[in-house]
């Protein structure tokens, strides 16, 4: 297939795409050029992951939250939790754009073994 007839995102583009939430990622995983891509599953995964360990931080955080003595406890962790989330995101967003296989810790394994190496 020559390169003008070829139309599509490119692995990098995907990659990247899949960590704006977790519809994107899902969509890749399901369409057919996309799915046969271990890259492109890989970060896939990895979002889906990531979105998973963000969500259940969060619902554990706003539990705690409510009781009364772990407010001002918990608001900082919250606001660094935010903080923290935020900047991996723009890592792992960065180095799937840069065609890098990025790892996180435990999610990115996870990810590796259902995105199939």
């Given at each position: 297939?020559?390169?003008?007839?070829?139309?599509?995102?490119?692995?990098?583009?995907?990659?990247?795409?899949?960590?704006?939430?977790?519809?994107?990622?899902?969509?890749?995983?399901?369409?057919?050029?996309?799915?046969?891509?271990?890259?492109?599953?890989?970060?896939?995964?990895?979002?889906?992951?990531?979105t998973?360990?963000?969500?259940?931080?969060?619902?554990?955080?706003?539990?705690?939250?409510?009781?009364?003595?772990?407010?001002?406890?918990?608001?900082?962790?919250?606001?660094?939790?935010?903080?923290?989330?935020?900047?991996?995101w723009?890592?792992?967003?960065?180095?799937?754009?840069?065609?890098?296989?990025?790892?996180?810790?435990?999610?990115?394994?996870?990810?590796?073994?259902?995105a199939?190496?």
């Amino acid at each position: 297939m020559t390169e003008a007839a070829q139309s599509g995102i490119s692995d990098n583009g995907a990659g990247a795409i899949a960590y704006i939430t977790f519809i994107p990622a899902i969509a890749f995983l399901a369409m057919p050029p996309y799915n046969k891509s271990s890259y492109v599953r890989f970060h896939a995964w990895q979002s889906i992951f990531l979105t998973v360990v963000c969500v259940a931080v969060f619902v554990v955080l706003a539990i705690l939250a409510r009781i009364p003595f772990f407010v001002f406890i918990i608001l900082p962790i919250m606001l660094l939790a935010v903080l923290s989330m935020s900047i991996v995101w723009i890592l792992v967003v960065m180095k799937a754009l840069n065609g890098q296989r990025f790892k996180l810790p435990i999610v990115g394994a996870l990810a590796e073994n259902q995105a199939g190496k």
